[in-house]
């Protein structure tokens, strides 16, 4: 199978390049390396299978003459920076609801009818159910990134009733592991390598999140791809657990060894259109058979490991 | 009150500005006149508190600076053609997402904090639940209209959580009454003024949709907005009634004293992503003491009236 991955160079779409090309299919990656790294590559350009194409999904021409002759795109590329939306509301705009259309106008023009793509519990907004299912009562958008993914969503799924695609939307959870370059353990973890006596927390450590590890979420993803839809399927994807924020610090300070002096910004939510609580039900993916075998704890412990084995990606990421 | 009515030369758009205008407000009318006429406008011209501007609402520039001065927005401008969007993806995502960002970054910079959007019952799909109340179980979009208005929804929800905006969303069933243009009594009663013997039917006729009349419309968009939201307000618009495309055609065939063969195109839809069935739970809007006035046969039969007396619109718009 010949496979097309937007996002590439990201924490996710790198992640998936090496799970395909070990798998055996051909991968061709597009990226405009905004904030992916070369250096995820590493491991995907020793193979004869991949090839890397330098682009940005807002190229319509440049998108769609890579993707020609592509099986299935994973569409991954996006402005994952969710807490600053509002310092730059065009950003989720163009990078998650624009790009996604020119993603699947590239695949008309391309002929092909099958898509993945990475959507967020951050869809729900802050939802009247916990566990929180794929069919729960329509929500309120919350922030930008919530709703320039539902826009995304809501494309792919015209798309799929109006010219016969196929589509497989995945509602993530925070996703944890190898290359993880961007949230609270990378920030943490920052913080407590300038100054280990003090670690200051949005909100009031009390929120409660969920993660899932990077493979778990790549298992997930394949098997889910291996029930074709007759059109647009949704998962939600994510642990049967989540943890308070301070659990989490317990976690990064006890595996780091020291004590920081806890202050708190406070209030519920960590930032304005932060969910205070995301835990979804998912009971749909589990019943095509998939369980994740990464506690969020170890998937923690894992990130900060990777974290401390790979301290170039602060350099990069500032 | 000084109000801004986008798409103000339109159908709707030009009878909330004469609304406005009755009820002593200033407006500010915004149109580029695409689909919009003049003709709608001539009352409002007769106005001292009536000042239009002609300009596309994907220049922001222009659209801020019209904007400047007023306290509320009513955002009508949009792509309306529900039916072809599979023809000319871009339109919706241009006319109906891209724009709607655009009047909120025109807020933003101007200072205006609230705003009344023309949504749809058409993202909710093919519905699990009717009559459909606003919480209904998160539905998939079946059309690109739909997922162009639910985007344009989720990012006016995103700009009240974010911004502290006051939003106002209605999600209308289709509106009938003077200066309709565009919909299946236009198109019934164009085809049997040239030829009353014969009609054609999309679909198998027994599509069974909902309607309300303009001015019950405008009625309850202004008592909605007499109760300030703290956030954001979605708001079903419809009638407690449903017809068939059948009991429509019947209403019409008989004012017009003509009695065609019909032939049905066949299939539950009229078209590709055509839903078989709208009708809206209104409870929530009912509960603020709004009752329509006037029922779907006679909405329809106003409506023709209208067309038989105004055959110009047949000839702008084709």
Redesign the interface.
């Known amino acids: 199978m010949k496979t097309f991955v937007t996002g590439a160079a990201g924490f996710i779409g790198s992640n998936v390049v090496d799970r395909l090309l070990d798998d055996g299919h051909e991968v061709v990656g597009y990226d405009n390396f905004s904030t992916g790294q070369e250096r995820f590559l590493v491991h995907a350009h020793h193979s004869d299978a991949f090839c890397m194409v330098h682009g940005d999904v807002l190229d319509l021409p440049r998108l769609s003459a890579a993707m020609s002759g592509c099986d299935v795109v994973f569409h991954f590329a996006a402005n994952a920076d969710v807490r600053f ?2 310092d730059h ?2 950003r989720d ?1 163009e990078q998650n ?2 790009a996604t ?1 020119n993603v ?2 590239a695949m ?1 023009a391309t002929g092909v009818k099958r898509i993945a793509f990475s959507s967020t519990g951050s869809i729900y ?1 802050e939802p ?1 159910q916990f566990p929180t299912p ?11 990134y ?3 993914k ?2 995304g ?3 792919i ?3 799929c ?3 016969g695609f196929e589509g497989y939307i995945f509602r993530f959870v925070s996703i944890l592991g190898e290359r993880y370059s961007h949230g609270h353990i990378f920030d943490f973890y920052r913080s407590l390598r300038e100054n280990p006596d003090e670690l200051r927390v949005l909100g009031n450590g009390r929120q409660r999140k969920s993660y899932l590890y990077i493979q778990d979420c790549i298992d997930a993803i394949l098997l889910a791809m291996q029930h074709p839809a007759s059109c ?1 399927h ?1 998962y939600n994807l994510g642990t049967d657990e989540y943890c308070e924020v301070n659990q989490s610090i317990g976690w990064i300070t006890e595996s780091l060894g020291v004590k920081p002096r806890l202050s708190y910004g406070g209030g519920e939510r960590g930032w ?2 932060d969910s205070p609580f995301i835990f979804l039900d998912c009971s749909k993916i589990r019943s095509l058979g998939w369980t994740p075998k990464v506690t969020i704890r170890d998937g923690v412990i894992r990130t900060l490991d990777y974290l401390r084995a790979n301290p170039w990606v602060y350099e990069v990421r500032g």
Not at 136 to 142: E, K, R
């Open positions: 939306g509002l509301p065009k705009l609801t624009i259309f699947l106008e008309r907004g009247s794929e069919n729960v009562a329509f929500p309120l958008q919350t922030s930008l919530g709703a320039s539902l826009a969503e809501s494309l799924q015209a798309y009733e109006g010219y647009v949704v304005v259109g």
